[in-house]
């Protein structure tokens, strides 16, 4: 069973910065890539994937809405993930589920979804 220990969430200002960590348990990186997506709580609205890792090649996958302002990373001996998200804007409010997938496919991940994800943390950018 796949486990997720999720943090790093809250309030920030606009233009601020955060970094949200997932540790997760219960599957071999052997087989599976990690990552995030997101969702407006409360709205219906899809799930927008984020980014991904996949340790195999040490290759990163980002959305267009935010390349060049998150960086994830992993590592893997702490099975553990982060996402630094800078330049926050109001649109990045959303809940933040961290994932574990076959693979970095972040159009398939919002048109599909994805095998494991966590419940999610918070994270709010006022303007």
């Known amino acids: 069973e796949v486990q997720f220990v999720e943090s790093g969430g809250g309030l920030v200002q606009a233009g601020g910065s955060l970094r949200l960590s997932c540790t997760a348990s219960?599957?071999?990186?052997?087989?599976?890539?990690i990552g995030w997506f997101r969702q407006v709580p409360g709205t219906g609205t899809e799930r927008e994937a984020v980014?991904?890792?996949?340790?195999?090649?040490?290759?990163?996958y980002y959305g267009d809405s935010v390349k060049g302002r998150f960086t994830i990373s992993l590592d893997i001996p702490k099975k553990t993930a982060y996402l630094e998200m800078n330049n926050l804007k109001p649109e990045d409010t959303a809940v933040y589920h961290c994932?574990?997938?076959?693979?970095?496919?972040?159009?398939?991940?919002?048109?599909?979804?994805?095998?494991?994800w966590g419940k999610g943390t918070l994270i709010t950018v006022s303007s």
């Open positions: 219960g599957f071999s990186f052997d087989d599976y890539v």
């Open positions: 994932v574990v997938d076959p693979q970095c496919q972040l159009a398939e991940w919002e048109r599909y979804g994805v095998d494991y």
């Open positions: 980014s991904c890792f996949n340790s195999g090649d040490n290759s990163a």
